[in-house]
């Protein structure tokens, strides 16, 4: 340009540095060095970060030219500081300083330009963005003329920009729009306490000085503090919403929940949504109210939490979906800090660079102070403590055997996981024998896809420990898993889910509905934890001191709006701060009282972590007392330690002929068991036994168990003191018990397929413990009926077994018993002697468990020769009688799984467990009967006879196979199986038939006593 053209050059013309033209109506200053304005086209800046610039105060921008300059002064200063040195510079290291000297000149800009912007505040040279809405805006660098009457500053040698930009002016059509706002109770730090409210899908263009003026005039005071919840370095303008944190006075919760406090009537409704509507003070403000408020009442008394609806026509806020008014509870927070304003954001280059987070609300997963803890100690009982363990798992079914170990030496109360990618193929007790397990498998209800998923809770079986699970009817279609589990005086609800990245919002609403669920379930002194993977990578944590807690941050997707304005406002609170290798969180914890629960690193994992989620414990503190008032025992006697040598003495003196003389079969036997169980009062001793008994593993051995003693011992030490040297005490006990657990299961397989020959039981012995689990499942379900407890599970599975049998026994035909033989089977009745029955009592099995009457068979069998004479008249009474005795006609019932679904009842089938003295009884019965039917019995018959199995048969089978294929001939076979064949076979047959055989009258009539009149009992366990 001439110099002619230069003089021409108005005084208030402001020219471009990079092309010297007149940069009219928009331009944007450099605040590096030559502190010169450029064309947004020549400044090289992309047109998004222009309107970035343009619309945020705290943006300062470096044009290209003075980054390099100093990027390169300080460049030549290091080169020459490791010429000095001797060092040999290549190019890669030339890389790195280049790269550390930005970081190091960002950090200077980012100290000194923050100093600068804080003077300006000081010293009101920024106006106030509220204050000039009505005016035109603010001028400055990023600003645009257009939008403002005053003519530019006269330009110098180097144009000097206007002032530093306080933000895009806003027009009546910036406003914020669809609200949704949730509580926080805390007492400030003054007398006062303080009521607080999460605002959340509030517009990115709102301000916290909009906030605060909105609640000042609707509630007619001015100590109102307004906190927008964006995380430093976040990109607003890449966010469909923001969300704010107001906090007012305590006084003046009733007010604000006041449907009249705000614009144009805002009512409390409880219908659906009602459109929107707009308020003519503030024009286009839109804002969509869901009030979750809660406030605590001064320091220690319960708060309460308020959910409700709202709508007004015309005004500022429409109502929600909820249609009723809850109440939860929400726990006391600490002493309200000083709100503090973000950081400015600086500009670098031809892009914006956002400042290392710093200070409250500018990380973006901020660690932040520990929780506030109170202390516990009481006076009526001291602190104690259980654990509940949380990791993403990333899938069992290729860990199987590692989880089974690890579970096997856990000591954690309670283990929760998500991703488990279990299936109904891999059975509870192939994962553990010392945990009840709570699973929720992936499903066709859950997901569309087979893999993945899944969630499971493992709860310690222990004297002291009762759980149930909840929340399972309504939620199938959810992967989540809610458990309530009593540890002596303490109720804890542990609650864990799995969400797939990008899952629909109304998972998270469903989860929070089935929060509240809990919450309604649980009393004051109860503790809740809900834990899971919610997969949402872009939420961010805070650390609150109002409410003692983390809030989130950046709340702008559709999931992240449903879990805050869903499960955040429930009022349980977010203490989990362990971000991944990304620095994201993505397990979350919400506890009801986060004064009482401490989260911990584990000291090692049960499985092996993943580098996107990261194990922790949380410890849940509670005032104990003693195990007499609350623990889970059985108190039943002690047959081990019976006094036998004075419980013979006592049946010997006893005058048996005397008091069973004219006695029936039915008063005869009621008279032996009382005088047993006398005997059992007298000299059995009776121990505690506890309900949920811990299985003895069969690997384990003395030196295993003292090691584990120990480990115990550390643990519960670090549990209480998380100190670097119990810390590392713990990891050395661990790794040593770990190598010694794993050595001694090894040898343990090794025993049992060497000894595989000579001891097949203890092969399918440790099969079946793999196989089958000696509980039930939590859910046991049969024609569309779910049983959750061990009483309801017995009836459904009495229900299903009483199906099995034939109610209606038809008629013998007399042309079909026409058909069978006759015989004249010789089998007069029989007279047992003492000898007889003293025989008979001393080759059961002791190893064997007592039947409904109680008695161990080792019991009967140490007492054989005093009860032989009791037992013999009642035998001989009931042959001569033709009555079989009821006390023998009760049987116990136990389901055992067959295959399939386990919590499906028709899958299972039927064992039926009697007393030792009627089992004696038959098997006497049954010898007369055997040698008088040999005469009738056929020689093809294999089942129930004799030295002959399925084995024979088979034997049989392919001898007559082998001899038709030498003689090529042709061999065709028919098998048939009857379904509950021995269910269903009717008893009136069964005597007809055994008249028409020749069976004697006298013993047809005692099988006909046999068979009627019978009783079963369901005995049930479930996890």
Known sequence: MSATSTSNISKNTILCHACAEDVLDEYIPCQGFCNAVFHPDCSGVKPALLKEIASHRQIFWVCKSCTNLMVDLRHRRSIQCAYEAGQELSLSHHNRIVEQLKSELLTVLKAELSAN???????????????????????????????????????????????????KPRGP????????????????????????????????????????????????????????????????????????????????????????????????????????????????????????????????????????????????????????????SVPPGVSTSQQRRPDPVYGQGSGGFRLQPSGEYNEVNDSGPALNRRHLQQPNGPLSFITV??????????????????????????????????????????????????????????????????????????????????????????????????????????????????????????HGTAVQELLDLSTHDDSIIVTGDYNLPHL????????????????????????????????????????????????????????????IEPPSSILRTDRHHKPFVLRVDFLDVPDEATGNYEMEPDFRRCDFDLAAEALSIIDWDAILLDRDTNAATTILYDVLYEIVRQFV?????????????????????????????????????????????????????????????????????????????????????????????????????????????????????????????????ADYLNTLPTHDLQYSQPEFSQVDVQTALDVVDPSKGAGPDRLPPAFIKRLSAQLAKPVSIIFNRSLSEGVFPDE????????????????????????????????????????????????????????????????????????????????FKQTDAIYFDFAKAFDKVPHTLIIAKLDRLGFPRWLTAWIRSYLSGRHTNCCTRMT
């Not at 005016?135 to 660098?141: A, D, H, M, T």
């Not at 409880?270 to 408020?293: D, F, G, K, L, Q």
């Not at 488990?420 to 009840?436: G, K, R």
């Not at 136990?894 to 899958?907: C, F, L, Q, V, Y």
Request: glycine letters at 6%.
């Open 117 to 167: 912007f804080a003077k300006l505040v000081a010293s009101n040279s920024l106006t106030p963005r509220s204050s000039s809405l009505n005016k035109g805006g603010f001028r400055g660098s990023g600003s645009r003329r257009l939008f403002d009457n005053n003519p530019a500053p006269p330009p110098g040698p180097n144009p000097i920009p206007p002032k530093p930009v306080t933000g």
């Open 173 to 328: 059509t910036d406003v914020p729009e669809r609200i949704v706002a949730n509580g926080f109770g805390a007492p400030a730090g003054d007398d006062s306490p303080r009521f607080w409210l999460y605002l959340s899908r509030v517009s990115r263009n709102v301000t916290e000085e909009q906030i605060t003026k909105l609640a000042i005039d609707r509630l007619g005071v001015s100590e109102i503090k307004a906190k927008r919840l964006v995380a430093k370095g976040k990109d607003v303008s890449r966010m469909r919403f923001i969300s704010f944190k107001v906090g007012m006075n305590f006084d003046l919760k009733d007010k604000a929940l006041e449907s009249t406090t705000w614009p144009d009537g805002l009512l409390v409704q409880s219908s659906a949504t009602c459109p929107t509507t707009r308020s003519n003070e503030y024009a286009n403000a839109e804002v969509y109210a869901r009030i979750h408020a809660a406030g605590v009442k001064g320091n220690g008394d319960k708060s309460e939490g308020y959910r409700a609806n709202f709508t007004s026509e015309p005004g500022l806020f429409t109502y929600g979906s909820l249609n009723k008014l809850t109440r939860t």
């Open 389 to 510: 363990y949380y990791q993403n798992a990333g899938g069992i079914r290729t860990k199987t055997k590692q989880f089974y170990l690890a579970l096997a030496s856990s000591d954690y109360d309670v283990i929760a996981l998500s991703e488990t990618w279990l299936q109904d193929d891999i059975v509870d007790a192939e994962l553990s024998s010392n945990y009840h397990l709570f699973r929720q498998d992936r499903s066709a209800l859950t997901s569309d896809r087979r893999r993945g998923g899944g969630v499971l809770v493992a709860v310690k079986k222990s004297h002291e420990v009762t759980c149930t699970r909840v929340l399972s009817r309504g939620y199938e279609y959810l992967e989540q898993v809610a458990v309530r589990v009593k540890v002596r005086n303490h109720i804890v609800y542990v609650c864990c889910i799995y969400i797939r990245p990008n899952g629909p919002p109304e998972v998270y609403a469903s």
């Open 540 to 599: 961010s944590w805070t650390f609150d001191d109002d409410v003692n807690g983390f809030i989130p941050l950046n709340a702008s997707s559709e999931q992240e709006l449903a879990l805050t304005e869903n499960v955040v406002a429930t009022g349980l609170l977010q203490i989990c701060s362990l971000m991944n290798a990304n620095g994201r969180i993505l397990d979350l914890a919400f506890v009801n009282d986060a004064h009482s629960v401490e989260l």
């Open 685 to 813: 001793p009776v121990r505690r036994i506890p309900c949920n008994r811990t299985e003895k593993l069969p690997w384990w051995n003395a030196d295993l168990r003292n090691r584990r003693n120990i480990l115990r011992k550390a643990r519960k030490k670090l549990f209480r003191a998380s100190t670097p040297e119990n810390r590392a005490t713990v990891e050395h006990l661990e790794a040593e018990y770990e190598s010694l657990q794993d050595s001694s299961f090894r040898e343990y397989l090794n025993r049992v397929q060497v000894d595989l020959k000579e001891n097949p039981s203890s092969f399918w012995r440790y099969v079946r413990s793999r196989k089958r689990s000696s509980v039930l499942p939590a859910r046991i379900s049969f024609n569309n009926t779910t049983a959750e407890n061990p009483a309801d599970a017995a009836n459904i599975f009495a229900d299903f077994f009483s199906n099995v049998y034939e109610t209606t026994a038809p008629a013998a035909s």
């Open 888 to 967: 023998w006609k009760l049987a116990a019932i136990t389901p055992i799984h067959k295959s399939g679904s386990t919590m499906a009842a028709d899958n299972y089938r039927p064992i039926s467990i009697l007393s030792c003295l009627p089992k004696v009884f038959e098997v006497l019965i049954h010898e007369g009967m055997y040698s008088a039917a040999q005469v009738i019995i056929s020689e093809f018959q294999h089942g129930f006879v004799k030295k002959r199995s399925t084995v024979s048969n088979l034997m049989a089978y392919v001898s007559a196979l082998n001899e038709n294929l030498e003689k």
